[in-house]
């Protein structure tokens, strides 16, 4: 037995069940990944132990001996890799990220700008449910609900009519290029600072698959986990006369001790990210997002956009006469896994929405290519036209939910995951 079934069997049957369920789902969250047995060893470290308030060379607690080199190293693989000025891995993720932002470059009441959470934003771009819009005069743009595109030119007019101090420019169900160089000049326009937040395309952009926003924008918030495929951390880039502010706003302005196993597992997800496999692996996910995108609308999907130019697509399930809920539930008693998600110009609530979210970085992590991509696809179809077809009675329903299930199993089962063993029953 080990250590952790000793101590508490509960927590560790439950982490095992976890496993198990990794394993044998497709899993289409487009935040979520597999990291490699590095990061997570490096997160399970004794680091966890160490106290360290402040920063490299300058902290509140004695002892730091390695965790400075650890912190510093981890900053200077992120320079390398993305190039920028000035750069802050202290964040627990990275809404604390973006909230950090806020206090260093903004006052509360100040108007801010950033995609809507109903087209693809995220809650801290100023969703009224969010400290974003709570603290601040957030105002919010949209796609063009005919072509699921960024309508750049309607930004601007906003931008102009608003006079922001922040632009943030991110998202979160988004699948298209965003144009980073654009922004910039808006921002310029009306005298804003522009944030390009990349949580979700971090490890796009480190291998160049994504167009980088960094020398364009003043500021680049990212989380750590999700493409770049770390621990579940966050980062602040930015130019160096930003820099005092960031920091001081991350800490003492928002935080205490930075969480230094994770710090550590980031520099060892960085230098991963450093090399050619990683640059291979991102541009797969690219390439499996845009197949399966085709295979869907061969199939009858709503594919908002018409693809996708990044790891994720947006599915309106309307013309399969289910709701985003419905799919999302049964694709999961299915063994694949989403969420559902609002679609633009949605009339539906986001808890019922009409859409659902998928993306490619975990399945790519397990090596699948364009003939599981297809296989995906029938299987997602299958599902589709099961839930929607009320003459199936609700027991054979969920037969049918349990033999996609075994076969997606028997498909995962020909795919490991990193840092995950496949279990034996």
């Not at 439950?14 to 990061?39: C, D, F, G, W």
């Not at 470059?105 to 995220?122: C, K, R, Y």
């Amino acid at each position: 037995m080990s250590r952790l079934d000793q101590a508490d069997p509960e927590v560790s049957a439950m982490i095992a069940a976890e496993q198990r369920r990794q394993h044998a789902k497709i899993r289409l969250i487009p935040s979520e990944n597999y990291v490699t047995q590095a990061v997570l060893d490096a997160t399970g470290s004794i680091l966890t132990n160490k106290y360290s308030e402040g920063y490299p060379g300058d902290r509140y607690y004695e002892g730091q001996q390695q965790i400075d080199k650890i912190e510093q190293l981890a900053i200077d693989r992120a320079r390398a890799l993305f190039g920028a000025e000035h750069i802050n891995v202290q964040p627990y993720s990275g809404s604390p990220a973006n909230q950090a932002v806020y206090v260093a470059l903004a006052q509360p009441g100040d108007t801010v700008m950033g995609l809507s959470l109903a087209h693809g934003g995220h809650l801290t771009h100023g969703a009224g449910v969010s400290i974003s819009g709570l603290h601040y005069n957030a105002v919010q743009y949209g796609v063009d609900v005919e072509t699921g595109y960024l309508d750049y030119d309607e930004i601007e007019k906003l931008a102009v009519q608003t006079q922001p101090k922040l632009i943030f420019c991110g998202t979160t169900a988004y699948p298209r290029i965003l144009d980073f160089e654009r922004f910039a000049a808006i921002g310029k326009k009306v005298g804003a600072l522009v944030v390009a937040d990349i949580a979700h395309i971090a490890g796009l952009v480190a291998t160049g698959v994504h167009p980088s926003p960094v020398d364009h924008v003043d500021v680049v918030t990212t989380t750590t986990h999700k493409s770049l495929r770390g621990p579940r951390g966050g980062m602040i880039m930015c130019r160096k006369q930003y820099a005092q502010a960031i920091d001081k706003a991350v800490f003492p302005g928002l935080q205490g001790g930075p969480h230094n196993h994770t710090t550590a597992a980031v520099a060892v997800a960085l230098k991963e990210a450093d090399t050619d496999e990683f640059r291979r692996y991102a541009q797969a996910i690219v390439d499996n997002a845009q197949i399966l995108g085709a295979a869907l609308m061969e199939r009858g999907f709503g594919v908002v956009s018409g693809g996708t130019d990044n790891h994720l697509l947006l599915i309106d399930m309307s013309t399969k006469s289910v709701t985003g809920n419905q799919m999302s539930k049964a694709l999961d008693a299915a063994g694949i896994v989403c969420n559902y998600n609002l679609v633009p110009g949605d009339t539906r609530s986001a808890r019922r929405p009409s859409g659902i979210r998928i993306g490619t970085p975990a399945i790519t992590s397990r090596g699948f290519g364009a003939n599981e991509m297809l296989k995906l696809a029938d299987w997602m179809n299958e599902v589709a036209e099961i839930r929607a077809d009320a003459s199936i009675e609700q027991d054979a329903r969920r037969q049918a939910y349990r033999r996609i299930a075994e076969q997606v199993r028997e498909l995962c089962d020909q795919f490991p995951a990193p840092g995950i063993d496949a279990p034996n029953n």
